[in-house]
């Protein structure tokens, strides 16, 4: 059924993935964001907004559905919800908003809360969430760990490869054997996608099923790339005094449990070693910064 989709953010990473999926299957799409990094999208209906400014271009319109890509606290989901007209919110949350444990994997039944590691930005997606799910309206939310992909405006792969590429050390905080776990950009907005299409209700954990220590990751990244890496243990930045300047993921274990979306969604997750030969080749290989 041909549904009025608004998506808030969308100009990057993720948001491209989800753009293409919206109008693909030939629904009405309007987008609203600053514009800052693209105003032109084919086929699709652009608002430029701040929507710390309100929505007030948005005044009179119905939604079946709202994607919201971009909402950091609480009093942004709130304004959302008080000048939205819409049916049903896909929040794109996130793993960091989960309260701290040492028990894993984590469920979706695991309370929000505040992890220290992952500081304000955890903080202010749990806000978010408790908003939600305090209101009445219908909604989902996504939670993905570490999101990898072509074109990451989070420094990511582009940093390890660029260290790897020149020979150069790279730190990992701490003894480095903390597990993580990643998915890909087009894998998440697949998911979002079909929580919106379905009006799918709920919190959902959105990982690869895979998990590697920072140290393992590197390793697979060197092999990927064609490189050896000059590895170096860096005690003075693990937990709490991580810098992702030096580099981008934390050493703790931070393992969650996929299965409800994918026997909710009926998706699957590639295997990370093959995307990551697979992003190499197709884009970081030739652009890296």
């Known amino acids: 059924m041909k549904k009025n989709i608004l998506i808030i953010g969308g100009s990057r990473f993720v948001g491209p993935y989800l753009v293409d999926l919206v109008l693909k299957d030939g629904h009405d799409l309007t987008i609203f964001n600053r514009g800052n990094y693209s105003s032109n999208y084919p086929n699709a209906k652009f608002v430029q907004g701040d929507r710390d400014q309100g929505f007030s271009s948005l005044k009179g319109q119905h939604y079946d559905v709202v994607y919201d890509t971009c909402a950091y606290n609480g009093e942004q989901t709130h304004r959302l919800l008080d000048e939205i007209d819409c049916d049903f919110i896909v929040h794109f ?18 309370p929000q809360g505040l992890w ?9 997606k749990a806000e978010c969430e408790d908003v939600l799910a305090s209101s009445s309206k219908k909604y989902a939310s996504l939670r993905p760990v570490y999101i990898l992909g072509p074109k990451n405006y989070c420094d990511r792969e582009n940093f390890i490869y660029k260290k790897l590429v020149n020979n150069e ?29 379905n009006n799918i209700e709920g919190g959902f954990n959105c990982t690869g099923d895979e998990y590697i220590s920072l140290i393992d990751l590197v390793n697979e990244m060197a092999k990927v790339s064609g490189t050896v890496p000059r590895i170096e243990l860096d005690m003075e930045h693990d937990g709490g005094n991580l810098d992702e300047s030096l580099f981008p993921f934390s050493n703790e274990n931070f393992i969650i449990d996929n299965q409800l979306i994918k026997k909710t969604l009926g998706v699957s997750f590639d295997s990370l070693v093959s995307r990551l030969k697979q992003d190499w080749e197709n884009y970081y290989k030739d652009n890296l910064k």
């Open 93 to 110: 949350g996130t793993m960091s908003s989960y309260a701290k444990t040492d028990i894993f994997p984590i469920k979706e039944s695991h």
């Open 169 to 197: 050390t790279i730190n990992i905080p701490g003894n480095g054997i903390g597990l993580n776990q990643f998915v890909f950009a087009s894998e998440v907005a697949e998911c979002l996608y079909l929580l919106g299409n």
């Open 116 to 124: 220290p590691t992952m500081g304000d930005y955890g903080k202010g």
